[in-house]
């Protein structure tokens, strides 16, 4: 799960990470409210997406004004304005798809002198399963650019779990960062709050870009972007009440409430299948065979027939789909449950694209006769591959 930036630079703010002052604007009639009860003499009016690159990023509408959705401003009645025209927009950047995203927010705070810019992440590192840190002088919005063509410029290193963090690392992260002086100090401060606060709210993500010393010498988080393991939001009741479910797919967010695992993708088939492993195969054989997956759907191996059915109309709802392969192997799953969902769903919501279903495992006869007998215009298959040739020359055909 992600959250705002805004919302990142609370969070910081109360584990003692030194950040700007700030107010985030919902409505385009708060801004003028929001701007004045900040000090200036510079405003600096930041568009809230979940997605990077925003000071380079565009927006789709020239009633938003010019380019970027980070925009400094000198004057109170100035940031009240640049905060109306970015409300409501589409922002466009790097990280998001060709369609943008859509502001519905803004986060007005007072701007820094910067001396320098700093880059800075936590994250989880899934091969040595550690806390790693990531650090670079090169900070800013170019970083892609410099892990791109200067990787030598990005130091990275993981934290021992049996030993833990010690003030060690935050000096190597203060070297490596060229810092010198009392932003030695800071830094070994500043690292301590933020792997604290990294373990103690679970997270996957967190990335400070830029960190920067300010003309006064001082550390300051001057962006955050963070991110949480969904798994472990049970356990954080203040964590989940930031969630903005406008930020994500609708079919995504539909899906989590039945516990199934649905990822959208670009293509024009869409998949259920049940098991991770097959998932992933079933889209490189769709992939292999000229066509490409609509979405990654894991049913899950103790799926019900409520959820089957719920997951073949959200699959169907994405109208870039243009077939339907079901790919069930039965362990745990059971055919039969299968065959009974997928009937279900078509009763329901109809079938407009060719469908293929390919079943093989327990109750696996139980489930053919219940497609066979079922009336719909079904295509069978005997195995994966025989049913990745199928449904592609269905929709190829189409």
Same mark, same amino acid.
């Given at each position: 799960?992600?959250?705002?930036?805004?919302?990142?630079?609370?969070?910081?703010?109360?584990?003692?990470?030194?950040?700007?002052?700030?107010?985030?604007?919902?409505?385009?009639?708060?801004?003028?409210?929001?701007?004045?009860?900040?000090?200036?003499?510079?405003?600096?009016?930041?568009?809230?997406?979940?997605?990077?690159?925003?000071?380079?990023?565009?927006?789709?509408?020239?009633?938003?004004?010019?380019?970027?959705?980070?925009?400094?401003?000198?004057?109170?009645?100035?940031?009240?304005?640049?905060?109306?025209?970015?409300?409501?927009?589409?922002?466009?950047?790097?990280?998001?798809?060709?369609?943008?995203?859509?502001?519905?927010?803004?986060?007005?705070?007072?701007?820094?002198?910067?001396?320098?810019?700093?880059?800075?992440?936590?994250?989880?590192?899934?091969?040595?399963?550690?806390?790693?840190?990531?650090?670079?002088?090169?900070?800013?919005?170019?970083?892609?650019?410099?892990?791109?063509?200067?990787?030598?410029?990005?130091?990275?290193?993981?934290?021992?779990?049996?030993?833990?963090?010690?003030?060690?690392?935050?000096?190597?992260?203060?070297?490596?960062?060229?810092?010198?002086?009392?932003?030695?100090?800071?830094?070994?401060?500043?690292?301590?709050?933020?792997?604290?606060?990294?373990?103690?709210?679970?997270?996957?993500?967190?990335?400070?870009?830029?960190?920067?010393?300010?003309?006064?010498?001082?550390?300051?988080?001057?962006?955050?972007?963070?991110?949480?393991?969904?798994?472990?939001?049970?356990?954080?009741?203040? #964590?989940? =009440?930031?969630? /903005?479910?406008?930020?994500?797919?609708? @079919?995504?967010?539909? !899906?989590? $409430?039945?516990?199934?695992?649905?990822?959208?993708?670009?293509?024009?088939?869409?998949?259920?299948?049940?098991?991770?492993?097959?998932a992933m195969a079933t889209m490189d054989i769709i992939k292999l065979y000229g066509s490409e997956p609509a979405n990654f759907l894991d049913v899950g191996g103790g799926a019900t027939r409520e959820k089957v059915t719920e997951a073949f109309k959200i699959i169907t709802s994405d109208p870039n789909v243009k077939g339907i392969l079901v790919?069930?192997?039965?362990?745990?799953?059971?055919?039969?449950?299968?065959?009974?969902?997928?009937?279900?769903?078509?009763?329901?919501?109809?079938?407009?694209?060719?469908?293929?279903?390919?079943?093989?495992?327990?109750?696996?006869?139980?489930?053919?006769?219940?497609?066979?007998?079922?009336?719909?215009? #079904?295509? =069978?298959?005997? /195995?994966?591959?025989?049913?990745?040739? @199928?449904?592609?020359? !269905?929709? $190829?055909?189409?």
């Amino acid at each position: 799960m992600n959250i705002h930036e805004y919302q990142a630079k609370q969070l910081l703010k109360e584990y003692g990470a030194p950040v700007s002052d700030g107010r985030p604007v919902l409505k385009a009639e708060d801004a003028k409210t929001a701007a004045g009860e900040l000090d200036g003499p510079l405003w600096v009016v930041k568009a809230q997406i979940h997605a990077g690159g925003r000071g380079k990023g565009s927006f789709n509408e020239p009633e938003a004004g010019k380019a970027g959705g980070v925009r400094l401003t000198k004057s109170v009645s100035e940031a009240a304005e640049e905060a109306q025209k970015m409300l409501g927009r589409t922002l466009v950047t790097h990280q998001t798809s060709p369609a943008g995203k859509q502001v519905n927010r803004v986060y007005i705070e007072d701007g820094a002198d910067i001396e320098k810019e700093l880059y800075l992440a936590l994250l989880v590192d899934r091969v040595s399963s550690r806390v790693s840190f990531v650090a670079s002088t090169e900070g800013g919005m170019d970083i892609e650019e410099v892990a791109a063509n200067t990787p030598e410029k990005i130091v990275s290193f993981s934290v021992d779990p049996a030993s833990g963090l010690s003030a060690f690392h935050g000096r190597r992260v203060a070297f490596t960062l060229g810092l010198e002086g009392k932003q030695i100090k800071q830094c070994v401060q500043l690292i301590s709050n933020l792997y604290r606060m990294f373990v103690e709210k679970d997270m996957e993500m967190l990335e400070i870009n830029p960190l920067i010393v300010t003309n006064g010498g001082d550390l300051k988080c001057l962006d955050a972007k963070m991110s949480f393991d969904s798994n472990a939001l049970y356990r954080h009741s203040d #964590v989940v =009440a930031l969630r /903005d479910e406008t930020e994500e797919d609708a @079919k995504e967010l539909e !899906a989590s $409430k039945y516990d199934l695992n649905y990822i959208t993708l670009d293509g024009e088939i869409g998949c259920m299948v049940n098991g991770a492993g097959l998932a992933m195969a079933t889209m490189d054989i769709i992939k292999l065979y000229g066509s490409e997956p609509a979405n990654f759907l894991d049913v899950g191996g103790g799926a019900t027939r409520e959820k089957v059915t719920e997951a073949f109309k959200i699959i169907t709802s994405d109208p870039n789909v243009k077939g339907i392969l079901v790919n069930i192997f039965g362990g745990i799953m059971r055919c039969d449950v299968i065959a009974e969902g997928v009937v279900a769903a078509v009763q329901e919501v109809g079938l407009k694209v060719p469908l293929v279903v390919r079943l093989e495992g327990t109750n696996v006869e139980k489930g053919k006769e219940i497609i066979n007998n079922s009336g719909l215009g #079904v295509i =069978a298959a005997d /195995d994966l591959g025989d049913a990745a040739k @199928k449904i592609v020359a !269905a929709v $190829k055909g189409a």
